[in-house]
Nanobody
Framework: QLVESGGGSLQAGGSLRLSCAAS????????MGWFRQAAGKEREWVSC???????SYTVSVKGRFTISRDNLKTILYLQMNSLKPEDTAVYYC?????????????????WGQGTQVTVS
């Protein structure tokens, strides 16, 4: 089970930190990722990180967002700075079935319930 927290509403230019706590047996060796889905749009990959700390970001958030993970506690984070209205979406964390970082939705069998981020 994955539970996200940290979403909210804020003005452009602000910052938020999303957290995702994993419970039950989810191997810390698998990569983890963040996706987002804006109203009326498809789910979009945002970032991922493998167990070794290797990170990848979609172009639109690179330099503004930072992904990190605590492998001991199996917690995933997304630090979001310089937020823009176009970042408004429901953000989902997910655990992949791969050890490498992947952008493919179908390679993530475990998903959180999502947390809303609204930037005005």
């Amino acid at each position: 089970q994955l539970v996200e927290s940290g979403g909210g509403s804020l003005q452009a230019g602000g910052s938020l930190r999303l957290s995702c706590a994993a419970s039950g047996y989810i191997s810390s060796t698998f990569s983890m990722g963040w996706f987002r889905q804006a109203a009326g749009k498809e789910r979009e990959w945002v970032s991922c990180i493998n167990s070794g700390g290797g990170e990848s970001y979609t172009v639109s958030v690179k330099g503004r967002f930072t992904i990190s993970r605590d492998n001991l506690k199996t917690i995933l984070y997304l630090q979001m700075n310089s937020l823009k209205p176009e970042d408004t979406a429901v953000y989902y964390c997910a655990v992949a079935s791969r050890y490498y970082c992947t952008t493919t939705v179908s390679e993530y069998p475990y998903w959180g319930q999502g947390t809303q981020v609204t930037v005005s």
